[in-house]
């Protein structure tokens, strides 16, 4: 079939194409996640015998990465927004923000929101897996509040002018005018940060996530067969972050071509 292998029809323009093809990617990351236990259940020991595991720990770190991801891309532009903001006080509590989260290491900050977190706010309750979805969440917001705060900077003043000037609001100004226009300029550093993220969510398994990768270094400690193993969890992240390159790589040819029109 020509959409399974990537061939549009001709008479189909670039942007039914660049749909086509988010739609495809999404539905054979969908498939993939369901389905993958089948190929692996016929590799041999010590693989097929976990291959469910393997598919359970595939979907918990695409959640975590959805999850997180969108998140992040949240707090990114209220971050951004922060630091561009005419009160001092704001702006210094985003660029704090943006430094200590980007001046630590991942791995510490997951430690943190889940043993260090619940002790300094008594009461609160977080489990492994939403720890970790607040750790990725605000390790990559900082990351992303700085593509879209270049982003917001890339957009010529004579924008915000002109709209100011036809009698928009400054919120509406920042809404219909500015901020389309910074998105689609910071989307490709976002959708490097969501790769990179779905790789980082297997520091999830510090905290007792059982993630693909948590999987992965379990069954290599049961066997001491690490080639197999590794080699697995190798295969099954570059699946992911080959589909999700490839959606994220039609988002922006269908973004820049909606901007030429």
């Known amino acids: 079939m020509n959409v399974a292998l990537g061939v549009w029809p001709a008479r189909w323009t670039r942007q039914q194409r660049s749909t086509a093809t988010i739609a495809a990617s999404a539905l054979v990351l969908v498939l993939f996640m369901w389905g993958v236990a089948k190929p692996l259940s016929w590799m041999p020991d010590p693989v097929g015998p976990v291959a469910d595991e393997f598919a359970s720990g595939t979907r918990v770190t695409v959640w975590l990465t959805l999850a997180s991801g969108l998140a992040g891309i949240a707090i990114g532009v209220l971050t951004a927004v922060a630091k561009l903001a005419p009160f001092p006080p704001i702006r210094w509590a985003a660029d704090l923000y943006v430094w200590a989260v980007r001046g630590t290491p991942l791995l510490v900050q997951v430690l943190f929101v889940y043993f260090a977190l619940p002790a300094i706010v008594p009461g609160l309750q977080l489990s492994d897996f939403t720890s970790a979805v607040v750790a990725l969440a605000v390790n990559v917001g900082a990351y992303n509040a700085e593509a879209i705060r270049a982003g917001i900077v890339a957009v010529p003043k004579g924008q915000t002018e002109a709209a100011r000037a036809l009698g928009l609001s400054p919120l509406q100004t920042f809404r219909d005018v500015v901020f389309p226009q910074a998105f689609k300029i910071a989307l490709p550093p976002l959708v490097n940060n969501v790769v990179a993220l779905l790789k980082d969510s297997s520091l999830a398994y510090v905290i007792g996530v059982v993630e693909l990768s948590n999987v992965g270094n379990r069954l290599q400690a049961a066997t001491f067969e690490p080639v197999p ?20 790589g039609a988002i922006e040819r269908r973004l820049d071509l909606e901007q030429r029109r």
């Open 229 to 248: 193993t590794l080699a697995t969890t190798a295969t099954i992240y570059l699946v992911l972050t080959t589909v999700l390159t490839r959606i994220s």
